[in-house]
């Protein structure tokens, strides 16, 4: 690309004009004219004026962009402000626009389109100082692509017109408003602006001089400009190696890189460090949480040795009562038998007595009195016998009493409604017409039957036969109904039938009892943020947990949670049982399957998640945007691998309709889809169980469920009470025969009257008794007394022991009750254990510790009572030490708090223990399957990223860099090859050779790229390396850790840097002599260093704009001061070879005294000249001129062969003249 205009307004004392460029451009003319002033206006637009790109004047000797010991340098805002020797054109305080704009069009061979670019300044100066010092106030810069000149009316083209517009008069557009003005003209695609952003304006810049629509690299836009900057002035090589190396080969900036490779390093083995300390925290977690477990464990068995012990203490009490029992009711048997022996032995005295006064009668000669013992024998019969029908009597009487009251409660009962619905066959017409004749008819009556024996009924027996009627008919009813409930021609009785009923109801009472109980320990377990797992789940746990600890065993639903409660229900209805999937660690899942497979019994359907090969899987998926995945969250790394990789193409729909074309879905009210079929996929609020508002929604369904089976448990026992009421009450149905023992009673009676009718008429005569009947008599009656009196001494004894035994049953009835209580107790506390470790089984562990109970060994008792006591005081202050350990080095929102103000083992600190070992638990996991896998995650991502930046970004680059700047190298002299400059047909040509220091690391990165091509592939800390390149890389890596950052960079920058891999050299070639490196090249005039000056920074130029890629490029170079040093003939090669060779256009600055030999190759000059002025300018009285001319290259040889032909034949001349004169 050429330059074809530049335009100026507002720029120094240059007027606002125009230039039009030719190939070859000369700006010539007096010192201080401007013509070095439009040389800075081109460098400012290849350049922005960027800081270390850009340097005003630059043919003066050591100049630079930054004033030392109080110089002033050129600046925009001086430009802008017209300076010159301090004073300025335009010194107005208000702000002044200027602008530069230069406009490219493509070459011969080019296919790039013309643009414009253009920069635009406002300044103002500062008069607040002592020096008046331009201040720059914004900068704009403008790209136009496929804006050029104007050609014609109808073309679109920029020029000066678009920056000074007429309107009653001429005025400069202000900066603010010309982007507008250009938009409304070109069109917003014809029009980029960059503000001040002068890198991306570079970027744009150098892009779009290669063609393209892009911008290049900051890189490549910053080395171009400086390259094109360091062209304008011939300075000094100090060092053809470091002006080879930094001029020619384009620098590669790894700088960035080897800061994100060190960063990712340092990353890395921070992160391993977290690690590290992840892993030492994990393991104080978990040995805090054995500890705690062991706790838990050594207090249910101290609880339960508590329970053990109170229960046989109340055991051997029980024993020790029922031996005093057993003696009493012994004690009791005798005394009954001495008062039965005793009343014996009373009667056959009395007996003997009696029969000892008849023989005295019978001796004393009364004859009557024989016949009247006889009678008074036979009436004191009848009146036992009456006796005992009296008592029969009053059992019957009771029991008709009591037969009655259980018949109006059977009635009651059986009128009640809930019975007639739950018994109805007890409850029909038949029975209770029968219940209620027989509460109607079927009492006693007025008669009082016990105040009726105690009269004398012999003088009147007309009450207790009318009583004897009454009676009869009571008891037909009486035993009508007792016949109903018993007697039976078919199966079972009434009786047996309302048994049975009455065990139903109790069955179930049981059954309702169990539910209860169970549904209260699953509300308890909910309370305690637990969820109840599927007993077969819970068997499965405990299991693994026995064989294998370290498998860490969990529940999948505990580490799932639905974020939109909407999709709760239809989510886990899909799930269904794979919610209680078991999670272990990845190393113990082949053993965890053995161990449920060995598992007794049949109901072993737990499942063990496959979690390395989910997440292998789980890698591999495709991610659904509306998948269940996206609203649930997990505390389990596994837990998300495994229902991402089982249920991720599950997908959300809002519609049966659109359910009906999805392979695998569900509706938020539980409808599903999945395996060509669709079906309903719901459960209810009790059964969710994935995350904290599940666990809430379940425990308020399971409280009601509760409520719902209380009032069912209470209504089934209410009903097996009545059921039990009434089966007593038939139970003590009797069957009557009190009419048959009252008529008997009758009869005595009757024979009574007989008996005391006889013995009134009895006439009564005195008779003696024979002598030795009498002594018999005697002898016998002495006999019996002895008897009888050892029996009441027997009686009284016994009376004494019963009393003891009754005192000793009495205290042992007392501490019976004691040691009830305390078993009590005990159980109590076992079953409070419960409520803060809800897997705990009291059921369970009350029937082992009464089966201990038996034969518990006080000795051994009292020994691992105390053991375990030590043991649990161990335990805690281990728990206590672990949680300090785990405090001093955790995160701040991991911090427990463990503050135990028990000075005893009981169940405040039991509690403690309890919710510190659920809080031990939640971190535990959360760290080491979570936080910790993800670290490992991150780390295996890091460390890829970290080799694959390593091996590509700096091995490859470097090595390739290496590569491309001998191709480079090559190329160059391959140009070179041909060009022959001077009389001596110079030539020119660029050398290196490798630099013996960077052959290790060369060899390094050889060995590293060696290795396979995907950079995946390659693990540079395992990679089989030479033990030198080993070294190498411990080095670099060393390096890359150093805290020194700054030292450390500037190291791996210099490693880094390919340019520093090779020593540079140019050599001239002079045909027949031996090539002499320029480095050493000492000998030669200024030209002669001149020369290859220009030449090396041509190929410096062109290999910054990159000649060598692509057909589009800048063209263009200017140089300032040129050839200065070098002769005409000299100076004419090198200009031939820019325009010729290398197919640049030349604007080269010069004064008008050295011009004249070039003027045959210029094609157009432009000629300054700076002259007073009539009007003084601003606070300049001078005013700058330009004459502009388009060359006739041709005549201008011509003119100029002629001239020089005369001066030679003038110079012929004056020799010849000067040796005729000799």
């Given amino acids: 690309m050429f330059l074809k205009k530049f335009i100026f307004v507002n720029w120094g004392n240059i007027p606002n004009t125009e230039f039009d460029m030719g190939p070859v451009n000369l700006l010539s003319g007096g010192s201080g004219s401007g013509k070095t002033t439009v040389g800075d206006a081109i460098q400012t637009i290849m350049t922005a004026a960027h800081e270390n790109l850009f340097q005003y004047n630059p043919g003066q000797d050591e100049t630079t962009q930054r004033g030392r010991g109080g110089k002033r340098v050129r600046t925009l805002a001086s430009y802008v402000l017209g300076c010159d020797d301090g004073s300025y054109a335009r010194p107005s305080h208000d702000n002044t626009d200027g602008y530069l704009a230069a406009i490219f069009h493509p070459t011969k061979g080019e296919t790039a389109e013309p643009f414009t670019a253009i920069i635009g300044i406002r300044a103002w100066l500062d008069k607040t100082a002592k020096q008046l010092v331009a201040r720059q106030d914004e900068l704009m810069f403008l790209i136009l692509p496929g804006i050029g000149i104007k050609e014609d009316e109808k073309a679109k083209g920029f020029g000066i017109d678009h920056l000074i517009r007429e309107a009653k008069g001429q005025y400069i557009v202000p900066l603010d408003k010309l982007t ?151 004690f009791k048997t005798e005394l009954q038998e001495n008062e039965a022996a005793t009343l014996n032995s009373q009667q056959y005295l009395e007996q003997a007595h009696e029969r000892l006064l008849q023989l005295e009668a019978q001796r004393q000669g009364i004859s009557a009195l024989q016949q009247k013992d006889t009678l008074e024998q036979q009436l004191k019969q009848h009146h036992l016998n009456l006796t005992d029908k009296a008592k029969s009597l009053l059992q019957q009487d009771y029991d008709l009493v009591q037969n009655l009251n259980q018949i109006v409660s059977l009635r009651d009962e059986l009128q009640t409604q809930q019975m007639q619905q739950l018994i109805p066959q007890f409850s029909d017409m038949e029975s209770l017409k029968l219940l209620s004749a027989v509460t109607k008819y079927g009492s006693k009556g007025d008669v009082d039957i016990n105040a009726l024996l105690q009269k004398d009924l012999t003088s009147d027996l007309s009450l207790i036969e009318q009583h004897s009627e009454h009676v009869h008919h009571a008891q037909e009813l009486h035993n009508q109904c007792y016949r109903y409930w018993y007697d039976s021609t078919e199966g079972q009785c009434r009786f047996e039938q309302l048994t049975g009923e009455s065990h139903t109801a109790k069955n179930r009472t049981i059954r309702l009892k169990k539910m209860h109980d169970q549904k209260q320990k699953e509300i308890e377990r909910l309370e305690h943020k637990k969820v109840n797992y599927p007993s077969f789940v819970q068997r499965a746990i405990d299991a693994i947990k026995q064989s294998y600890p370290q498998a860490d065993p969990r529940v999948l639903c505990d580490h799932v949670e639905v974020v939109d409660e ?24 082949a053993q965890a399957i053995r161990v449920i497979r060995e598992l007794p019994g049949r109901d072993n359907r737990a499942r063990i998640i496959q979690g390395e090969k989910a997440q ?64 309903r996929c719901d459960v209810s609020d009790g059964d969710l169980v994935f995350g904290a508002n599940a666990r809430e929604r379940a425990l308020k369904a399971k409280q009601l469920e509760l409520e ?95 009393e ?223 033990d030198k390149s080993i070294k190498v890389r411990d080095k670099l890596l060393s390096m890359l850790l150093d805290e020194d950052e700054n030292k450390a960079l500037k190291e791996l920058e210099r490693i880094s840097d390919y340019r520093n891999y090779r020593r540079y050299e140019i050599y001239k070639d002079v045909e027949g002599k031996e090539s002499i490196a320029l480095s050493e090249y000492g000998t030669g005039s200024g030209g002669q260093l001149e020369t290859p000056a220009y030449i090396i920074r041509a190929a410096a130029i062109t290999s910054a704009l990159r000649f060598n890629e692509g057909s589009n490029h800048l063209r263009m170079v200017l140089v300032d001061e040129a050839f200065s040093k070098m002769d005409e003939s000299r100076s004419r090669e090198v200009i031939d070879y820019l325009t010729k060779s290398l197919g640049l256009q030349l604007i080269f600055i010069m004064p008008s005294s050295k011009s004249g030999p070039f003027m045959d190759l210029i094609s157009n000059e432009f000629v300054f000249a700076k002259c007073p002025s009539d009007v003084a300018r601003g606070q300049l009285q001078t005013q700058v001129w330009v004459d502009r001319k388009i060359c006739n290259t041709d005549k201008i040889k011509a003119l100029w062969a002629n001239h020089r032909r005369v001066k030679q034949e003038q110079a012929e001349m004056d020799f010849m003249q000067e040796f005729q004169d000799a």
Wanted: hydrophobic share 35%.
């Fill in 804 to 1026: 003891n035994v009754t005192k000793s049953c009495t205290k042992l009835a007392i501490l019976q009750d004691e040691t009830q209580t305390k078993v009590e107790q005990c159980e109590e506390n076992l079953r409070a254990i419960a409520s803060d470790w809800p897997e705990f089984d009291v059921d369970k562990r009350l029937l082992y510790a009464e089966s201990e109970a038996s034969d518990l060994n006080k000795q051994v008792f009292e020994n691992n009572y105390n053991e375990i006591q030590s043991q649990l005081k161990k335990l805690e202050k281990d728990i206590a030490k672990s949680i300090q350990q785990h405090n001093e080095q955790c995160m701040p929102s991991d911090t427990l708090l463990y503050d135990n103000y028990s000075v005893e083992l009981d169940n405040t600190l039991f509690k403690l223990v309890c919710n510190t070992y659920k809080q031990l638990d939640l971190i535990y996991n959360r760290l080491k399957n979570n936080i910790l896998v993800e670290k490992y995650q991150q780390l295996h991502q890091l460390k890829a990223s970290f080799n694959n930046a390593f091996v590509t970004h700096l091995c490859h680059t470097i090595h390739q860099a290496v590569s491309s700047g001998k191709r480079q190298i090559a190329l160059l002299n391959k140009e070179l090859k041909n060009h022959k400059f001077g009389a001596d047909q110079e030539s020119f040509r660029f050398f290196s050779k490798p630099i013996p220091e960077y052959k290790e690391y060369a060899t390094f990165f050889d060995e590293v790229i060696r290795q396979p091509t995907d950079a995946d592939d390659v693990d540079l800390f395992d990679v089989p390396l030479e």
């Fill in 708 to 802: 719902r089976i209380s009032d069912d448990w209470q209504q089934a026992d209410e009903q097996m009470k009545q059921l039990a009421r009434l089966q007593d009450n038939v139970r003590l149905l009797k069957k009557l025969n009190y009419a048959e023992i009252l008529s008997s009673a009758i009869v005595i009676l009757r024979d009574i009257q007989k008996v005391e009718h006889l013995l009134d008429q009895l006439d009564l005569s005195k008779h003696k008794e024979l002598e030795n009947k009498l002594t018999e008599l005697k002898t016998e009656e002495r006999r019996l007394q002895q008897e009888y009196t050892i029996l009441v001494e027997t009686k009284g004894a016994l009376i004494v022991n019963i």
């Fill in 180 to 330: 507008n003005l250009l938009i409304a003209e070109f069109g917003k695609s014809h029009v980029e602006k960059y503000d001040s952003k002068k890198r991306a304006y570079l970027r744009r810049l150098y892009g779009i001089l290669q063609g393209s629509s892009d911008s290049v690299s900051e890189q490549e836009a910053m080395n171009a400009a400086k390259a094109f900057s360091r062209f304008m002035a011939y300075k000094p090589v100090d060092s053809i190696h470091r002006f080879v190396s930094e001029e020619i080969l384009e620098k590669k900036d790894l700088g960035e890189a080897i800061r994100s490779i060190s960063g990712q390093l340092k990353t890395i083995h921070a992160m391993e460090r977290d690690a590290g300390q992840l892993v030492n925290s994990i393991e104080i977690l978990q040995k805090a949480e054995n500890y705690a477990v062991a706790y838990i464990d050594k207090w249910i068995e101290l609880t339960t040795l508590e329970y053990t012990s109170a229960t046989h203490s109340h055991v051997e009490q029980q024993k020790y009562y029922t031996k005093e029992k057993q003696k009493k009711r012994q």
């Fill in 616 to 679: 292998r899987d789980c890698d591999k998926l495709h991610k659904h945007n509306n998948s269940i995945v996206q609203i649930l969250e997990f505390s389990h790394a596994t837990a998300l691998h495994y229902i991402t990789a089982s249920y991720g193409s599950v997908l959300m729909v809002e519609s049966e309709q659109e359910l009906k074309s999805t392979g695998r879905g569900l509706t938020s009210d539980g409808m599903a889809a999945g395996s060509y079929s669709m079906w």
């Fill in 566 to 589: 909407r999709w709760q229900m239809a989510i886990e209805g899909y799930m269904g049982g794979a919610r209680f999937s078991i999670i272990v660690d990845a190393d113990y899942e």
